[in-house]
Nanobody
Framework: QVQLVESGGGLVSPGGSLRLSCVLS????????IGWFRQAPGKEREWVSW????????YYGDSVRGRFTISRDNAKNTVDLQMNNLRPADTAAYYC????????????????WGQGTQVTVSS
């Protein structure tokens, strides 16, 4: 049974940084494409970034490109999301998701989801 667990969320001031981690267990991590999504109260879930299972290639949403960096460590079954220059608009619950198919910017493209970790950017 595949399980995803996120960690690293918290309260940070505007301009600050946080590093989120997502650990996958119950299956072979290298078989999975991993995506990060976020959802703010009253808003739809928004895709943030993904990292390929094939070649480690990455892609970012327009709102985070240049500020966020996704990386995977297959030896540790972990995907990290380094978030720099955080803004109040980045406040949301952040979720990692996994699927054995190709990377997707849509929630429907992922079979497994973590429980989420809250990120709050406020002064």
């Amino acid at each position: 049974q595949v399980q995803l667990v996120e960690s690293g969320g918290g309260l940070v001031s505007p301009g600050g940084s946080l590093r989120l981690s997502c650990v996958l267990s119950g299956s072979t991590f290298a078989d999975y494409a991993i995506g990060w999504f976020r959802q703010a109260p009253g808003k739809e879930r928004e895709w943030v970034s993904w990292v390929s299972r094939v070649d480690g290639s990455t892609y970012y949403g327009d709102s985070v490109r240049g500020r966020f960096t996704i990386s995977r460590d297959n030896a540790k079954n972990t995907v990290d999301l380094q978030m720099n220059n955080l803004r109040p608009a980045d406040t949301a619950a952040y979720y990692c998701a996994a699927d054995t198919r190709k990377c997707s910017i849509y929630s429907e493209g992922y079979e497994y989801w973590g429980q989420g970790t809250q990120v709050t950017v406020s002064s």
